[in-house]
């Protein structure tokens, strides 16, 4: 019943901002791994009635299975050395990549990347169903992760091209999408602020 | 009031959902509705907003297109909300509010999307926001003056994570878009596709964006949707720490300038005195306490957008 803790379970512990060596320069990461961040478990299940439906509206919209075989959903993830935000980034992950589910806790899965030495941890939400990706063919043509990174990067391909004659045909500037795309920040940078005001975000690994 | 008894009731209710779940997948959420009926664990209100939550989740459209090209379909959608207003262009303003929408998502069902969160500050006195599949954030300047802490930014921020979270924008594309031979040319291999396959998934491309744009700007979502919406806020907010009833007091601001003749938000958003009144039974039970340092959320807030 893992995913009952989705919406339930203590918040991010000190001992939670896991892998980061110690004497690591951000005073702020060292400060999360002491005992500011506390248990707020206490109004839990209260919380938990009010927001039964709503938790299930903000699920993960699939629900894996230890076995699965689902594909990175996402243009560039990383798998991670634990389970939980700021833990050590160990490999990076490319859309469309096979990987089997290991072991799940929460929000995490702990995964094996198809025809590589690599595993380790990602958040549920880094993945899809293939079926979802149009990548069924592939499994089933394919002899290897690299055959259904082809496929997945094709298609890449195309939608760049679609856009680019949707593009032409409006007249459209894409140069301040391109810009806010910049915008993004780091995981460790958005867990120092909240940090920074007492706020926590849940790791999702404490079971 | 809960009881233990009851706590001890939800337990089980929740085991059961996510076993059933587990069973037949989240196609089946309305399934699970009647079965947690059916064993009187939950009421009739319940399964009708499961049911809402499963019509959502089944939506064919949000199925057919890959994160990839929900991507690409909220990327034009974007470009065209940049061709009718301006960005704002003010760094720090900037800088600050992709900060608190990212750390936002993290405490959403997806923390990561296929090309992330960004957010962006549009030049227009209007109170107005719009969220494109691929999550291209927008706010107006007059959005964010309703906004008078962090905690209240956070609750319109976090209404429109929710948007790209349950995928609003992809299930306002008309199912006419989706005709068989768009179905079979998503299915077949880039370098296979033919011509016509081609153009036909052109098509269908620049209809979704005019589907989804033409959602955000003029016709907005229905009320179902704006509630998910605002569940998920609550949702997101609360579970960070902070009080969960900020967007309470934004949308009272906002009935004020609705009252003065609003645009945009004010046209496209249910009545807010409607939405308090929802977000009231939502909180009911909930601890309405802010875990945030007021004095840090304060000033980093004076600082970023005193200016605005």
């Known amino acids: 019943m893992h995913r009952t803790e989705n919406t339930c379970r203590p918040v991010l512990l000190a001992s939670e901002v896991i892998g980061r060596e110690k004497g690591h320069g951000v005073r702020n990461l060292d400060a999360l791994r002491r005992d500011e961040y506390t248990i707020r478990g206490g109004h839990c299940m209260h919380k938990s009635i009010a927001l039964l439906t709503f938790f299930l509206l903000l699920s993960p919209a699939f629900s894996f299975e230890v076995g699965d075989e689902p594909a990175v959903s996402v243009r560039s993830g990383d798998l991670r050395s634990s389970p939980g935000f700021l833990a050590n980034i160990t490999a990076p992950l490319d859309y469309g990549e096979s990987v089997e589910i290991i072991e799940i806790r929460g929000d995490w899965l702990r995964i094996r990347v198809a025809n590589s030495p690599d595993e380790g941890w990602l958040h549920i939400s880094v993945v899809a169903e293939k079926e979802s990706m149009r990548l069924e063919q592939a499994d089933s043509s394919s002899t290897g992760s690299a055959s259904s990174r082809e496929i997945a990067l094709a298609g890449r391909g195309f939608n760049e ?11 459209l500037d894409f140069s301040l999408v391109d810009e806010m795309e910049e915008y993004g920040r780091s ?3 958005l867990v120092i602020f909240l940090a920074d005001a007492g706020l926590t975000v849940e790791a999702g690994s404490v079971e | 009031m809960i009881t233990k008894s009851s706590k001890r009731v939800l337990l089980i209710a929740l085991a059961a959902g996510i076993a059933i779940l587990a069973l ?3 196609k089946a959420l309305a399934g699970v509705a009647g079965e947690l009926s059916a064993l009187g664990i939950i009421d009739a209100r319940q399964v009708a907003e499961l049911a809402v939550a499963g019509a959502d989740v089944v939506s064919s459209i949000s199925e057919t297109f890959t994160p990839e090209q929900q991507y690409y379909v909220g990327r034009s959608v974007a ?11 003010d760094d720090r303003a900037t800088a600050y509010l992709n900060t608190l929408g990212q750390a936002l998502a993290l405490a959403s069902g997806k923390p990561f999307l296929y090309g992330g969160y960004r957010f962006m500050i549009l030049d227009s006195d209007e109170i107005n926001a719009f969220a494109t599949p691929g999550g291209h954030i927008f706010l107006t300047r007059g959005m964010i003056s309703l906004a008078q802490r962090e905690d209240e930014l956070a609750a319109i921020l976090a209404h429109e994570i929710s948007h790209v979270v349950l995928q609003h924008g992809m299930k306002s ?3 006419s878009r989706i005709t068989s031979s768009v179905v079979s040319a998503l ?3 880039a370098d296979a596709l033919t011509e016509n396959q081609i153009v036909a998934l052109t098509e269908t491309f620049s209809g979704s964006v005019d589907d989804v744009a033409q959602t955000l700007v003029t016709s907005g979502y229905s009320r179902a949707t704006e509630r998910e919406a605002d569940a998920g806020a609550v949702q997101i907010i609360q579970s960070l720490g902070y009080d969960p009833s900020a967007l309470i007091r934004v949308l009272e601001r906002m009935g004020s300038d609705r ?3 609003g645009l945009g938000f004010a046209k496209t958003h249910p009545d807010p005195e409607m939405r308090i009144r929802w977000i009231d039974d939502m909180l009911e039970g909930i601890d309405l306490r802010s875990g945030a ?3 840090v959320t304060r000033a980093r807030f004076e600082i970023a957008l005193g200016g605005l």
């Open chain 2, 187 to 189: 299915k077949t291999t």
């Open chain 2, 293 to 295: 340092n007021s004095a």
């Open chain 2, 173 to 175: 594309v008309k199912s």
């Open chain 2, 24 to 26: 037949t997948g989240c």
């Open chain 1, 187 to 189: 995981i460790e940078e």
């Open chain 1, 161 to 171: 091209k679609v856009e680019a004659q949707y593009k032409s045909q409006k007249d």
């Open chain 2, 259 to 261: 009252a003065s003749g």
């Open chain 2, 79 to 89: 470009a065209s909300i940049l061709d009718q207003y301006e960005p704002y262009r």
